[in-house]
Nanobody
Framework: QVQLVESGGGLVQPGGSLRLSCAVS????????MGWFRQAPGKERVFVAA????????YYADSVKGRFTISRGNAKNTGYLQMNGLKPEDTAVYYC?????????????????WGQGTQVTVSS
């Protein structure tokens, strides 16, 4: 089975930066579209960013556009989320997602594979 592991979360002050990493293991002979969702305490899980299989197309939630950058790594199924200008409202558990062909780019249900999440806390 395909497994996704996120890393890079932690505590950062407002205005700071973090880089999240996502490593895909298991049956990874195919290239997957990848993305990130997040869920804050007491809030719904929401879309953050996504990137196509080729890496040529990226998608961002309006709330993070201009601050976050999603990218693919040199390894076939690795991904990154560079987060700059972090705000307290960015505090959430961030989940890496992957799918051979997402049925819906902006919906959690559109992705078959999910990581267990990494905590990002933005606080002074």
């Amino acid at each position: 089975q395909v497994q996704l592991v996120e890393s890079g979360g932690g505590l950062v002050q407002p205005g700071g930066s973090l880089r999240l990493s996502c490593a895909v293991s298991g049956r990874t002979f195919s290239t997957y579209a990848m993305g990130w969702f997040r869920q804050a305490p007491g809030k719904e899980r929401v879309f953050v960013a996504a990137i196509s299989r080729s890496g040529g197309y990226t998608y961002y939630a309006d709330s993070v556009k201009g601050r976050f950058t999603i990218s693919r790594g040199n390894a076939k199924n690795t991904g990154y989320l560079q987060m700059n200008g972090l705000k307290p409202e960015d505090t959430a558990v961030y989940y890496c997602v992957a799918d051979l062909s997402p049925s819906a780019t902006y919906s959690a249900s559109g992705y078959a594979y999910w990581g267990q999440g990494t905590q990002v806390t933005v606080s002074s």
